[in-house]
């Protein structure tokens, strides 16, 4: 069972949350008065299996995850969780830690590895970062969303224009290859850039390589 450190009321703020997997309800308990002390949000589990039980929070968020737990090891949670919604940024706790150990999970995204016992600081300081990681990353996922909102709005045509246009071609080009006249064509790229509220060239490319529309010509 879970044990949260604020109200689950709807009209509380939404606070960045740590959480913390550790079957030492001492440790767990010492860490969710560290985070609350600086103004985090904090939910305690004890396994594995009881975080992914229950629903992440949907605000800047990071877990702070002992390396052996009952059951699934920290590492293979890890490698479960990272295609899944449940995915955040993680800092490890260990207090057995070896560099093969380390590796493996700075490898796989870890944000820290940290040995037991660690000073707070240190603790505060990998939460900072994983908690901003984590807020980068939300932004970014955010943004791509609504870029291919707007490219669901381009007709087939324009979406072949954008395609052509960001991969480096002329309009005189691009009429070429899909028969068309370039007035055609520049009349469908305006409204490419119109639908995609691209400010740019540059801009409309940078949403083609979110959306993976092809490799830039040289």
Same mark, same amino acid.
């Given at each position: 069972?879970?044990?949260?450190?604020s109200?689950?009321s709807?009209?509380a703020?939404?606070?960045?949350?740590?959480?913390?997997?550790?079957?030492d309800?001492?440790?767990?308990?010492? /860490?969710?008065?560290?985070?609350?002390?600086?103004?985090?949000?904090?939910?305690?589990?004890g396994?594995?299996a009881?975080?992914?039980?229950?629903?992440?929070?949907?605000v800047?968020?990071?877990?702070?995850?002992?390396?052996? /737990?009952?059951?699934?090891?920290?590492?293979?949670?890890?490698s479960q969780?990272?295609t899944s919604?449940?995915?955040?940024?993680?800092?490890?706790?260990?207090?057995?830690g070896?560099?093969?150990?380390?590796?493996?999970?700075?490898?796989?995204?870890?944000?820290?590895?940290?040995?037991?016992?660690?000073r707070?600081?240190?603790?505060?300081d990998?939460?900072?970062?994983?908690?901003?990681?984590d807020?980068?990353?939300?932004?970014?996922?955010?943004?791509?969303t609504?870029i291919?909102?707007?490219?669901?709005?381009?007709?087939?045509?324009?979406?072949?224009?954008?395609?052509l246009?960001?991969s480096?071609?002329m309009n005189?080009?691009?009429?070429?290859q899909i028969?068309?006249s370039?007035?055609?064509v520049?009349?469908?790229r305006?409204?490419?850039?119109?639908?995609?509220?691209?400010k740019s060239?540059?801009d409309l490319?940078?949403?083609?390589?979110?959306?993976?529309?092809?490799?830039?010509?040289?």
């Amino acid at each position: 069972m879970s044990n949260s450190s604020s109200s689950r009321s709807p009209a509380a703020p939404a606070a960045p949350t740590v959480i913390v997997v550790d079957d030492d309800e001492q440790l767990r308990e010492a /860490l969710s008065s560290l985070f609350r002390s600086v103004g985090l949000r904090v939910e305690l589990y004890g396994s594995a299996a009881e975080l992914l039980a229950a629903k992440p929070p949907a605000v800047p968020r990071c877990l702070v995850l002992d390396i052996r /737990l009952p059951g699934v090891s920290g590492l293979d949670f890890q490698s479960q969780i990272a295609t899944s919604p449940m995915n955040m940024p993680i800092i490890f706790m260990t207090g057995h830690g070896d560099i093969p150990m380390t590796v493996r999970a700075m490898k796989a995204g870890a944000v820290d590895f940290l040995t037991k016992p660690f000073r707070d600081q240190d603790m505060l300081d990998a939460v900072a970062t994983a908690l901003e990681n984590d807020r980068k990353q939300s932004e970014a996922d955010k943004a791509s969303t609504d870029i291919r909102a707007l490219y669901q709005s381009l007709t087939a045509r324009e979406k072949e224009v954008m395609s052509l246009v960001t991969s480096g071609l002329m309009n005189k080009q691009v009429a070429a290859q899909i028969n068309l006249s370039e007035i055609t064509v520049k009349i469908h790229r305006g409204h490419v850039m119109r639908k995609m509220n691209a400010k740019s060239l540059a801009d409309l490319v940078r949403m083609a390589e979110t959306l993976g529309l092809g490799i830039t010509k040289a």
